[in-house]
């Protein structure tokens, strides 16, 4: 960096610094962090056919295109928050825009001359927000779902409360947004379900229908001390040893309920050791005339068994209904590997991608597996081959024709989009054909958009950041339109390694993402055990005595592949953590020469390289994808990060609770050691409550001591039976509940505060113990209740300022002031970099927040420009301001210079070059 006053730069954020009145910038090298977020509705096309609004969610904005007869052309990029994923038209003149990292709702007001748009009005919502519809009287409600917690939340999430659901649908009359700092909703509805995704409407807008996303398929893992000892017909199911002779470990057990009763593989009866209900309830009926919006009372209002995870919906505009993209998870299956056990196997055959047509009114679900043409019976024919090209993987969005008749899915994992004839795919006679399917380049397919008038279907690719138009008539692709994409190339090339099932199986319907669901989990267990593979050496690093406490003998330092039950864990925030999965068996700490700093078991890359054996394995591919594949794939999920947590406050400072629960989690102890001792917080040296090392964990198996960064996404199951020795209260029956897993590598243990109760808080807390030598005491209890609310609001990877955004209006200073004031104090700590965007006669304006109330401006002739002058801008002139917090580093590629490439925006709109190209410079 540049500058005449290296003392005073020294302290400036984002790396711009004053120098008298010049200021001299430089884009940081990590100014992008990737987040993988889903899209839900990335693509609207205006009512008059015109033009084609696409979320341009890597660099949080949104594409306008003109709508001609020689195809697209580019019109604006109007700047919005974090991460959009869903667009909706409310009419003409207004955009509504769902960012689902920012927790926010941008209102965009459309220039009447269709040649830019500016953010009037931002909405605070809850957390994650991902689809939004328009639907109720006139159509002026809007409907936004988010999962229930979140800062901008005016209710208690009740994270600790049996039987609450975690799905919310927030409700806004459009033309009365309120006058309170984020919007106020006309009501917030929960919902009897986890985190909530998609909306759709019903054909004369009096119905909102909502869905789930981890619906889940009424599995549950039962604790392993509650297994009878020994393997079949009375205790786990076996085999009792590998392919060696060696014997296998005592494990847990994969439950599902058929209707009746909780069932294991062997079709064995265990309702005893399940103390709550999983209702599965999947979408939900919402009165969008009721004042307020309410879920329609009694049956009518829900439907089940639609799918395990669902993803997206649209409604028959003809007949009302309702279609939902879904997969379909048979997790009660066992083993991956070549061989099979017993008959059983998953290799090749995990997840079902399937169209599930809902009939309001009757409360029919009818699921339609859309590659039916897949003999599942046998496996791994090389590629490419016949059956692979028919298949459609991940099916996402989807629009249907005005007449009804015509259905097209985008399949993210086959990049493709499917057409189906609606009365067929509801009759199920439909006949997978590549005749019908309509490849799209640049991979990924995520949005459409249909124009049934010109017979032109616009895609959304993901994999490139593009727009590709499909010509209907001929089911052909005729242009590929590129936006601007900050992400480095080494995320492109790596992501379709994640989802693309078309290269990662032989049957063409699996890939990753059928369980690690953009990058993160899918909320199941799995018993992926291989009882033909052999046991291998554990190479450490290990944390204190590996003496089993109950047995008194050593715990055996090895990976035997009969590892029973685990919970999908996220590819978020891998780097910094050392060897992978539970028990850290994806280690290069066999392979490895060095094992410091950064070698052995603490290379991320190499642990991530032993995953490439799955493809095999599981995914059923002829076999592993390539060395230099593999390596892409690792380049990229490496860097994908954990966005900042929703319980933690805004400023940073914990609650009393949190407060409390902090100082207790290092000096309280377990059995053997304080918490942090193994749940090590380090931000500094990237630790998140584990430091990549292995320790006995009252377990049958050595585990890698997990990361606390997840632990509010895992809220939801309550109710397990007493274990004797281990879980010495017993709830009873729980009633209905929302999740079938909770915590532990199994996702056995219902909540955090029973996982200290049982597994080792014991007489260090100075109370008098009890029997099995855990403590009891009401004091005892008030103590867990205060570290569980420490660890759901754990530190993550970015400060919880992150994302959060205002705007300022010529009116509403007297309550935007204060949130403005929180976001300039986060920034002045180096938790964010803020910046500001406005629109004045049609050009862009950016601001980037450096210090002691001074802002650099887009342009590098002008001036830092003071707060004071900045607000005048929205309070005199009308132009809205919004300021945003987004992550350390990204402030000048988000603010002032979007492509990087030395020249500012601003500069470069004068010089007519391209702001958003970095080979147009002026």
């Given at each position: 960096m540049s500058s005449s006053n290296p003392a005073r730069c020294a302290g400036t954020i984002a790396a711009v610094c004053l120098a008298g009145m010049a200021v001299s910038v430089e884009s940081s090298a990590s100014s992008y962090t990737l987040f993988e977020s889903g899209q839900v509705r990335p693509l609207v096309l205006s009512a008059d056919g015109k033009r084609l609004f696409a979320a341009n969610t890597p660099d949080g904005r949104v594409e306008v295109f003109h709508v001609g007869p020689l195809g697209l052309t580019h019109l604006t990029s109007i700047p919005v928050g974090m991460e959009p994923v869903a667009l909706a038209l409310r009419d003409e003149r207004e955009l509504w825009v769902v960012n689902h990292l920012s927790d926010s709702v941008s209102v965009v007001q459309l220039s009447a001359t269709r040649l830019g748009g500016r953010v009037t009005r931002t909405l605070l919502v809850g957390d994650e927000p991902r689809d939004i519809v328009f639907a109720g009287p006139s159509r002026r409600r809007a409907f936004i779902t988010t999962a229930h917690r979140g800062q901008n939340n005016p209710n208690d999430p009740q994270l600790t409360t049996p039987g609450v659901g975690r799905a919310d649908v927030w409700v806004f009359d459009a033309d009365n947004l309120g006058a309170s700092l984020g919007g106020t909703p006309l009501s917030i509805v929960t919902l009897f379900t986890d985190t909530p995704r998609a909306l759709a409407v019903s054909p004369n807008g009096q119905r909102v229908y909502a869905a789930g996303f981890h619906s889940g398929n009424r599995t549950t893992t039962v604790f392993e001390p509650l297994i009878p000892d020994g393997f079949g017909i009375d205790g786990v199911p076996g085999p009792a040893t590998n392919v060696e002779g060696l014997p296998a470990p005592e494990v847990g057990l994969i439950l599902q309920f058929d209707g009746s009763n909780w069932v294991d593989t062997l079709g064995r009866t265990w309702d005893d050791l399940v103390k709550f209900n999983l209702p599965d309830k999947d979408v939900f009926v919402i009165d969008a005339m009721a004042n307020p919006p309410a879920q329609v009372a009694g049956a009518g209002g829900f439907f089940t068994g639609v799918g395990t995870i669902l993803y997206n919906m649209a409604v028959n505009p003809v007949s009302g209904k309702v279609y939902v993209s879904n997969t379909e998870a048979l997790n009660l299956d066992r083993f991956e590997g070549p061989g099979i056990y017993a008959g059983e196997t998953l290799r090749g055959h995990l997840h079902e991608s399937r169209i599930s047509v809902l009939t309001p009114g009757a409360g029919s679900v009818t699921p339609r597996h859309l590659n039916k043409h897949i003999d599942y019976d046998t496996c791994c024919a090389p590629l490419p081959n016949g059956e692979n090209a028919k298949s459609l993987a991940l099916p996402q969005s989807m629009v249907i024709s005005p007449d009804g008749s015509t259905l097209y899915v985008a399949a993210l994992g086959s990049s493709k989009v499917g057409v189906f004839s609606t009365s067929q795919l509801e009759g199920d006679t439909f006949v997978p054909s590549t005749t019908n399917q309509i490849q799209v380049s640049g991979g990924g397919p995520t949005g459409l958009a249909l124009d049934q008038g010109s017979q032109r279907l616009y895609v959304l690719t993901r994999f490139d950041n593009a727009i590709s138009v499909v010509n209907t008539s001929t089911k052909s692709e005729i242009a590929h339109v590129p936006m601007y994409n900050p992400e480095p190339s080494s995320v492109t090339v790596g992501r379709p390694f994640l989802y693309e099932a078309s290269t990662s199986s032989s049957h063409g319907d699996s890939s990753c993402a059928s369980c690690h669901v953009y990058g993160d989990f899918d909320s199941l267990a799995w018993d992926l055990g291989n009882p033909d593979a052999e046991v291998f050496n554990h190479p450490g690093p290990f944390i204190g005595d590996t003496t089993n406490l109950f047995t008194g003998l050593p715990t055996p330092e090895e990976f035997h592949p009969m590892k029973g039950p685990m919970v999908t864990q996220s590819l978020r925030g891998m780097a910094n953590h050392g060897a992978m999965h539970w028990r850290g068996d994806k280690t290069g700490g066999n392979d490895a020469l060095s094992v410091q700093p950064n070698g052995g078991s603490f290379d991320e890359h190499a642990s991530f390289m032993k995953f490439r054996e799955a493809y095999v394995d599981l995914l059923?591919?002829?076999?592993?994808?390539?060395?230099?594949?593999?390596?892409?794939?690792?380049?990229?999920?490496?860097?994908?990060?954990?966005?900042?947590?929703?319980?933690?406050?805004?400023?940073?400072?914990?609650?009393?609770?949190?407060?409390?629960?902090?100082?207790?989690?290092?000096?309280?102890?377990?059995?053997?050691?304080?918490?942090?001792?193994?749940?090590?917080?380090?931000?500094?040296?990237?630790?998140?409550?584990?430091?990549?090392?292995?320790?006995?964990?009252?377990?049958?198996?050595?585990?890698?001591?997990?990361?606390?960064?997840?632990?509010?996404?895992?809220?939801?199951?309550?109710?397990?039976?007493?274990?004797?020795?281990?879980?010495?209260?017993?709830?009873?029956?729980?009633?209905?509940?929302?999740?079938?897993?909770?915590?532990?590598?199994?996702?056995?243990?219902?909540?955090?505060?029973?996982?200290?109760?049982?597994?080792?808080?014991?007489?260090?807390?100075?109370?008098?113990?009890?029997?099995?030598?855990?403590?009891?005491?009401?004091?005892?209890?008030?103590?867990?209740?205060?570290?569980?609310?420490?660890?759901?609001?754990?530190?993550?990877?970015?400060?919880?300022?992150?994302?959060?955004?205002?705007?300022?209006?010529?009116?509403?200073?007297?309550?935007?002031?204060?949130?403005?004031?929180?976001?300039?104090?986060?920034?002045?700590l180096g938790e964010c970099d803020l910046i500001v965007k406005t629109q004045f006669l049609l050009r862009e304006l950016g601001y980037l927040y450096i210090g002691s109330g001074q802002f650099a401006q887009n342009r590098v002739a002008l001036p830092p420009i003071g707060h004071a002058a900045l607000k005048l801008l929205a309070k005199l002139a009308g132009r809205e301001l919004t300021y945003t917090c987004v992550p350390p580093g990204s402030g000048v590629r988000a603010a002032l210079d979007r492509d990087e490439d030395g020249f500012r925006d601003g500069d470069e709109l004068d010089a007519f070059s391209n702001p958003a190209d970095p080979s147009s410079t002026p």
């Open positions: 059923g591919r002829a076999s592993p994808i390539t060395v230099g594949e593999m390596e892409s794939f690792a380049d990229f999920i490496l860097q994908v990060k954990y966005p900042p947590n929703p319980i933690r406050p805004l400023n940073n400072t914990l609650t009393v609770a949190q407060q409390a629960g902090s100082g207790l989690f290092d000096i309280r102890e377990c059995a053997v050691a304080g918490c942090e001792t193994c749940h090590t917080l380090d931000p500094g040296s990237g630790f998140f409550g584990g430091t990549g090392a292995s320790t006995f964990d009252f377990q049958t198996q050595m585990f890698k001591v997990p990361h606390l960064r997840n632990v509010y996404q895992k809220v939801g199951m309550f109710g397990m039976p007493e274990a004797p020795g281990l879980i010495s209260q017993n709830n009873g029956h729980m009633g209905d509940q929302v999740r079938g897993t909770g915590f532990l590598h199994d996702g056995a243990i219902d909540t955090v505060y029973r996982f200290m109760l049982g597994l080792g808080f014991s007489v260090d807390f100075g109370f008098a113990p009890v029997p099995n030598g855990f403590a009891s005491s009401p004091a005892g209890d008030a103590e867990r209740r205060q570290i569980e609310q420490y660890m759901l609001a754990f530190d993550t990877d970015l400060a919880p300022i992150v994302g959060q955004q205002i705007t300022l209006t010529s009116s509403n200073d007297l309550v935007a002031g204060p949130r403005i004031d929180l976001l300039v104090a986060r920034a002045d």
